[in-house]
């Protein structure tokens, strides 16, 4: 489909005309940072964000759902749940966009998830590109994630005085034509947006000292590495990276029965491979006791296993991992010395 | 039958007994599925000295408590360590610290001397507990899950992870981002992240999980600035009993 283009000023009357007909959610300040959430009007959008404490993954796989309600009693019965409302969810990253096309490969799996499937129909990304690094823990450019080429309904590039529009999907065409002032990008759009890229080309830079269609290969040689004991030396075991990071799809299940002890709700929550309780099984067995072992585990997801099972990377580069990580262990580093090199 | 239910205050404030009160939505489908048959915070009488479930709130610090748990202990099939005070200590613990004499003399003046008092105890460290509710006060969530999981015969889901991971859940802006110190990443969940949620750091007040990095924590307190005794102040507000206050 051929690429757009919004003046500056009409960006505002775009978000507009979507607010009048749907839900949105945006990127909005949180505090001293930024989460995403329902806005009402364009003034509460923070178009000028750097990256979101949880991913807009929280849409289509809320931290805690009721996927069950059932009944106890004489006559048990259950019903399964599936909870689904249209959205559109603006302001969209390249890494975050990147994250939701794994999950959209890993939820369609056989068998396929109705939660998070009904949930993702129903929503429009319309992504905002980036010009340069969130901050000096973003390695997004090392995981090919910082240019966004599809999984999105439309993609916003700021060009100054307006906004290149590269329309993804149908439904991101139909939202443009109801509600924006669009034209058809020009030749001359065209060349800035290039000129554009190569501005982002410079001031995204690489961490990881090789090129990361290596790191299945490291990773799968490195299974007694040194570097394992060292992170779990300082690690608490906390979960932030898993629980922040936007590719994380574990959850455990938890059943509450009401006091009248007959109606009773399954909750799918989030979980962690960081925890101590992730690897227990019943009798009591603990197959990653390690914190060592952990951390491996969440590397090699991140770093090996997804890549080789879905053909798209765990790891988008976000850096949420590391960001929220209080005792600085940064994967970076760990895949940098997995290589047997220094950080740069 | 319903099974019999008695509550007993041991070293205390009585809170998490009112916290059972507040469940107000509750109390008419509990009380259609238990008989209390003793507490003091609700009802004059003691309709019964038989009952299947005790549940303890406070710690032991006397020597009579100690008779007197083992007591209860005999009588009950389950017993319930009820809130932080029975479950880890508590703040009662923070006396351990002290000379014992020195805590009479500043808590009962001249007749300092009348009031017996062992260092602080939880409850599993004097007769055998069978389920714990944490926090200071408990959280009705976690309280209904062991009630109802009593009663229906199934093991309470209580977290045994760190704060953090509720905290990260709901989204807050960590505590340690806004200069401010916390317990999170070592202790135990299951209030949702409450304090942080408000604006405030965690005091711990849930316990540690089992195996805590106590270690990379302190590590981590000192690095944001704390001296060695400061980070051992944060642990002993509640955690005095445990490794990590020594």
């Known amino acids: ?10 960006l505002r009357a775009f978000v507009e005309a979507l607010l009048a007909e749907n839900v949105v959610v945006a990127p909005t300040k949180k505090g001293i940072k930024y989460a995403f959430a329902e806005v009402d009007s364009f003034d509460e959008v923070a178009l000028d964000y ?4 949880l991913s807009p993954r929280k849409y289509f796989y809320p931290q805690n759902e009721t996927v069950l309600k059932f009944k106890l009693g004489e006559k048990p019965s259950a019903e399964a749940v599936v909870e689904s409302a249209p959205k559109i969810i603006f302001g969209m990253h390249p890494c975050d966009v990147a994250a939701t096309w794994l999950l959209d490969v890993v939820f ?11 949930k993702r129909k129903k929503a429009v990304i319309i992504g905002m590109n980036c010009a340069k690094p969130c901050d000096e823990f973003s390695f997004c450019k090392d995981m090919k994630s910082y240019n966004a080429t599809a999984g999105f309904d439309l993609m916003l590039t700021d060009l100054g005085d307006k906004y290149f529009v590269e329309v993804g ?6 939202l443009l034509v109801a509600g924006a002032q669009a034209s058809e990008a020009s030749a001359d759009d065209l060349k800035a947006l290039q000129e554009w890229q190569n501005g982002k080309e410079k001031s995204f830079v690489n961490r990881i000292p090789y090129d990361t269609k290596f790191l299945p290969e490291i990773l799968g040689a490195s299974d007694d590495s040194l570097v394992w004991e060292a ?16 590719t994380c799809y574990c959850f455990t299940v938890r059943d509450e029965v009401a006091s009248n002890l007959v109606d009773g709700e399954r909750k799918r929550i989030w979980d962690s491979c960081q925890l101590d309780e992730f690897a227990e099984v019943a009798g009591g067995e603990n197959f990653r006791k390690a914190r060592s072992a952990r951390l491996r585990h969440r590397f090699n997801r991140k770093g090996k296993w997804l890549l080789e099972r879905y053909g798209k990377s765990g790891c988008v580069g976000c850096g949420r991992c590391d960001r929220n990580c209080l005792v600085k262990i940064s994967s970076v580093e760990v895949y940098t010395q997995l290589a047997g090199e220094r950080a740069k | 039958m319903k099974p019999k239910v008695a509550f007993f205050s041991f070293t205390s404030c009585e809170g998490c007994q009112l916290m059972f009160l507040n469940l107000e939505d509750e109390l ?15 009802m004059k009488e003691v309709t019964s000295d038989e009952y299947d479930v005790a549940f303890i709130e406070g710690s032991i610090t006397t020597h009579s408590d100690i008779e007197r748990i083992k007591s209860i202990r005999e009588k009950t ?4 360590a009820f809130g932080a005070c029975a479950t880890i200590g508590g703040i009662n613990a923070i006396k351990n610290f002290q000379p014992l004499e020195d805590v009479r003399k500043y808590v009962y003046g001249e007749r300092w001397d009348f009031y017996d008092t062992v260092p602080t105890m939880q409850v599993d460290q004097v007769v055998k507990v069978d389920a714990a509710i944490h926090g200071c006060p408990v959280s009705k969530k976690e309280m209904l899950e062991v009630i109802t999981s009593l009663l229906l015969g199934k093991t309470p889901n209580i977290p045994d992870y760190p704060v953090c991971v509720e905290c990260k859940l709901a989204e807050n802006v960590c505590v340690f981002d806004k200069g401010m ?9 299951g209030c949702g992240a409450l304090c942080p949620s408000y604006g405030n750091k965690c005091i711990g007040c849930r316990g540690l999980i089992t195996d805590p990095n106590t270690n990379a924590q302190k590590d981590l307190l000192e690095e944001k600035g704390l001296s060695v005794a400061e980070v051992l102040k944060e642990f002993r507000m509640f955690d005095g009993l445990s490794e990590v206050s020594k």
């Open chain 1, 1 to 10: 489909m051929l690429p757009k283009i919004i003046k500056k000023d009409d």
């Open chain 1, 50 to 53: 750097n990256i979101t404490m």
């Open chain 1, 108 to 118: 369609a799996e056989d068998p396929a998830d109705p939660n998070y499937l009904s």
């Open chain 1, 169 to 174: 999907t149908e439904a991101g065409e139909a």
């Open chain 1, 231 to 246: 992170i779990a030396r300082k690690c608490l075991s906390c979960g932030s990276c898993n629980t922040t990071c936007p």
């Open chain 2, 28 to 42: 008419l489908n509990l009380l259609g599925a238990v008989e209390i048959v003793k507490f003091r915070e609700a």
């Open chain 2, 77 to 80: 099939k389950i017993l319930v």
């Open chain 2, 181 to 189: 110190m916390c317990l999170g990443p070592v202790t135990r969940a």
